[in-house]
């Protein structure tokens, strides 16, 4: 089995690195890369940025306004993100709520719920109960 990137991947990683090293913003960089405490502020203006660009929901399918990336994609995505000292996506929004909605709502909620969840403009929380 041939382990390494093809020609396409490592185009593909330079194309990521160069995105998110001229977007990604320096204070919030400063503070991943210093462990420094990253407020909501921090996270949202990450999550817009990749909003803006598609990426925010960066498993998506093309068919829900993600970019259909292959797994292959998506790691090297995320490996480019934190080699850059971006925070990892909070993932309520994009990871968690959405497949759900893309798999059982209705079209209308698809519509309704899915493109803030892409922008970053709606931060979603998780909440269970446990009986008794």
Same mark, same amino acid.
């Given at each position: 089995?041939?382990?390494?990137?093809?020609?396409? /991947?490592?185009?593909?990683?330079?194309?990521?690195?160069?995105?998110?090293?001229?977007?990604?913003?320096?204070?919030?960089?400063?503070?991943?890369?210093?462990?420094?405490?990253?407020?909501?502020?921090?996270?949202?203006?990450?999550?817009?940025?990749?909003?803006?660009?598609?990426?925010?929901?960066?498993?998506?399918?093309?068919?829900?306004?993600?970019?259909?990336?292959?797994? =292959?994609?998506?790691?090297?995505? /995320?490996?480019?993100?934190?080699?850059?000292?971006?925070?990892?996506?909070?993932?309520?929004?994009?990871?968690?709520?959405?497949? =759900?909605?893309?798999?059982?709502?209705?079209?209308?909620?698809? /519509?309704?719920?899915?493109?803030?969840?892409?922008?970053?403009?709606?931060?979603?929380?998780?909440?269970?109960?446990?009986?008794?």
């Amino acid at each position: 089995m041939d382990l390494r990137f093809t020609d396409d /991947e490592l185009a593909f990683r330079d194309t990521i690195r160069h995105w998110v090293r001229s977007h990604l913003p320096a204070d919030i960089s400063h503070k991943v890369h210093n462990a420094l405490r990253l407020s909501k502020d921090d996270l949202q203006r990450w999550a817009r940025i990749l909003g803006a660009q598609g990426w925010h929901g960066w498993a998506w399918p093309k068919e829900f306004g993600g970019p259909g990336w292959t797994a =292959v994609q998506r790691h090297l995505f /995320e490996e480019e993100c934190a080699l850059a000292g971006a925070p990892r996506v909070v993932p309520f929004g994009p990871v968690m709520v959405a497949p =759900v909605i893309m798999a059982f709502g209705s079209k209308a909620q698809q /519509e309704r719920f899915l493109p803030g969840i892409m922008r970053g403009d709606v931060w979603w929380s998780q909440g269970y109960s446990e009986p008794g």
